[in-house]
């Protein structure tokens, strides 16, 4: 990983910066009518070594009885950067998802509540055409409070075609302190060690 951490610098940072400001103009944030959400899915990602294991969740909603559960292994490409998590976490959501049926998609991670406007909920929802939800456990340094709602123990914030009420209300009506979804995703990425 040390070779990778070495690819990375500040040079590179500011282009990828810059390139996430552009695409954060592309998220599109509209309501979403719960009445319509039949399957909500939740991805999370953990790491040994130098691979990955993320993990699918895809649940009733607002039940959130299973319907089917997946992981995935693959190699990581990047080294974990602070507000550059989209960097590392997207081959691994990206290859889980793939074909998965859902309306909605929980991503363990920042959405707009993110310094550049544009985490990795937002880049997984503009690479699938799907509305994302960014769920995290605490917010960001340096972004606006009106960015997010703290459901519970969650962090929510806009991914991608669903607005910041909405994405609220679909958490808050999952229950909890913290989304079940997720919980159960989180525990199937770090299973997939075992």
């Known amino acids: 990983m040390t070779e990778l951490k070495d690819y990375i610098?500040?040079?590179?940072?500011?282009?990828?910066?810059?390139?996430?400001?552009k695409l954060a103009e592309r998220i599109v944030e509209r309501p979403l009518r719960l009445s319509e959400i039949k399957r909500v899915a939740a991805v999370d990602v953990s790491y040994r070594g130098n691979f990955s294991c993320s993990a699918l969740v895809v649940c009733t909603f607002p039940e959130c009885e299973p319907i089917e559960t997946r992981t995935a292994r693959v190699e990581v490409a990047f080294p974990y950067v602070p507000t550059y998590f989209f960097l590392r976490e997207t081959r691994p959501v990206i290859v889980v998802t793939k074909g998965a049926e859902f309306d909605v998609?929980?991503?363990?991670?920042?959405?707009?509540?993110?310094p550049r406007g544009y985490g990795l909920a937002s880049h997984i929802g503009l690479?699938?055409?799907?509305?994302?939800?960014?769920?995290?456990?605490?917010a960001l340094k340096g972004v606006e409070p009106e960015l997010y709602r703290r459901v519970g123990k969650a962090y929510v914030s806009v991914g991608h075609l669903v607005d910041l009420k909405s994405a609220a209300d679909v958490v808050s009506a999952l229950g909890g302190s913290y989304p079940k979804p997720l919980k159960l995703a989180d525990r199937l990425s770090k299973g997939c060690w075992i």
Do not use: C
């Not at 610098?9 to 400001?21: F, G, H, S, Y």
């Open 105 to 114: 998609l929980l991503v363990e991670g920042q959405g707009r509540a993110h």
């Open 9 to 21: 610098v500040p040079e590179k940072l500011k282009r990828i910066a810059e390139i996430q400001r």
């Open 127 to 138: 690479l699938l055409g799907r509305p994302t939800i960014g769920v995290a456990k605490k």
